[in-house]
């Protein structure tokens, strides 16, 4: 078994944790993903207050026509 010390120093007052690697680049990687949705949704809402976006009916009625029909 191998043993690592860490100086104080580097710790400070802070905590410190240690994970594996393959937890670490899973837990990277949905970090990621979770700031490109947040990105892509908070793009969405300025969009959305910019009056840059259409209806759901006018959406449906372009690309789905059978089911934009008018009742």
Do not use: C, W
């Not at 104080?8 to 994970?19: A, C, G, H, R």
């Not at 690697?21 to 959305?48: Q, T, V």
């Amino acid at each position: 078994m191998n043993t690592i010390t860490i100086p104080k120093k580097l710790i400070k007052n802070n905590d410190l944790v240690v994970i594996e690697r393959k937890d670490f680049e899973k837990l990277s990687k949905e970090n990621k993903e979770l700031r490109l949705a947040i990105k892509a949704i908070l793009g969405g809402e300025l969009a959305l207050r910019q009056r840059k976006t259409r209806s759901l009916r006018n959406f449906l009625k372009s690309k789905f026509p059978k089911y934009a029909k008018n009742h």
